[in-house]
Each structure stands twice: as structure tokens, then as C-alpha cells.
Nanobody, 117 residues
Framework: QVPLVESGGGLVQAGGSLTLSCAASGITISLSTTAWYRQAPGKQRELVAE???????RYADSVKGRFAISRDNAKNTVYLQMNSLKPEDTADYYC???????????WGPGTQVTVSS
């Protein structure tokens, strides 16, 4: 069983919106730090947004004001609402969830986001 599964990627025009979902199983996402990362072709993987177990949130400067991370504890799912998308947001997006206390660090298989100009 894969602990994290992303969904919601796709092709969208610049200025459009997408919502990514990261569904967790076998772990309690509210007890974890869960983050969205992205990796564009030829570039390093970078942090996009993170929500800590206590609810603190941080964003990469490049997405502040456009992206919003949220967590639904009842559904054990973390979301990434992406608005005003730009071609430079094109990347594979990955969900990561970790807990030092629980002793795990999981990655999802990723979902592709393509923003056309």
C-alpha cells in the first residue's frame, strides 16, 4: 500500500487554476509535516509549500499569494490550491509527509502539472 497518492495534475492555460490532492493511508497526516515539492525538467526538486503538524504553514517565495496549502484531517488529505498559474509552474509535483516522532518519511509518486502560455 502506497502511503501517499497525489492527484489533480493536468494541463492548464496560464492564468488558470488547479487543485492537487495528497491522500494518505496508514499514517495520520495531522501528526506529520506534509509538504508539496516540485521538480521541473533539468532542475532540482524544490519546496513549494509545507504544513506542519501544529498547523504552521510556509510557502516558497515564487508561489506566495498564488498557492494555498490546506489539510483536511477527517479525510487524511492535504491539498494544494494553485491559482494564477504560470508556465514556470510546470513541473512534476510531489507530496512528502514525515514525522521524526513516528519514524517515517514518505514520498508520493508525483503528479504532472503543465501550464501552457
Amino acid at each position: 500500500q502506497v502511503p501517499l497518492v497525489e492527484s489533480g495534475g493536468g494541463l492548464v492555460q496560464a492564468g488558470g487554476s488547479l487543485t492537487l490532492s495528497c491522500a494518505a493511508s496508514g499514517i495520520t497526516i495531522s501528526l506529520s509535516t506534509t509538504a508539496w515539492y516540485r521538480q521541473a525538467p533539468g532542475k532540482q526538486r524544490e519546496l513549494v509549500a509545507e504544513v506542519r503538524s501544529g498547523g504552521n504553514i510556509r510557502y516558497a517565495d515564487s508561489v506566495k499569494g498564488r498557492f494555498a496549502i490546506s489539510r483536511d484531517n477527517a479525510k487524511n488529505t492535504v491539498y494544494l490550491q494553485m491559482n494564477s498559474l504560470k508556465p514556470e509552474d510546470t513541473a512534476d509535483y510531489y507530496c512528502n509527509s514525515w514525522s521524526a516522532q513516528q519514524g517515517y518519511n514518505y514520498w508520493g509518486p508525483g503528479t504532472q502539472v503543465t501550464v501552457s502560455s
